[in-house]
């Protein structure tokens, strides 16, 4: 399973969820990203141990987060609608001096984060 990274400031984090009884824990942050016309809004899950690295971050903090996409499909019964679920699951993360990117530039950004830019109003699904 391969990795990448996105570029956002932090949003917003949920506190720590615990499911079922071996104790799956699981914590959301949402990364928003200024693109021009409008904000794009990712939410990353922390899993495990991993959400007892959250605590080190703060609402308004730039972070890199290294993620994996995972899906899986699920169908209630034979007869019902397959559904497909897609998350990004966090690995880790760095803040990032945002005084020190600034002198750097922009030329950091992927090209996957920068497609959201490109998109017009009648792009957009919603």
Known sequence: MS????VGQVHLIEDT?????????KR???LEQENGKFSNY??????????DL????????QIEV????????WQK???????????????RFKKIDIQASSKAGS?????????????SDDDAPF
């Open 77 to 91: 019964d034979s007869q019902s609608e397959v559904k497909f679920f897609l998350n990004a699951e966090a690995i």
């Open 17 to 25: 969820k615990t499911f079922g009884q071996k104790g799956f824990r």
């Open 66 to 73: 290294t993620y994996r996409l995972s899906g899986r499909k």
């Open 28 to 30: 959301l942050v949402v």
């Open 54 to 61: 959250v605590d080190e971050l703060h609402v308004g903090d």
């Open 3 to 6: 990795t990448s990274t996105f």
């Open 107 to 119: 030329a950091d950004s992927s090209m996957a984060n920068n497609a959201f830019a490109e998109a």
């Open 42 to 51: 990712v939410p990353f899950e922390f899993i495990q141990d991993s959400c």
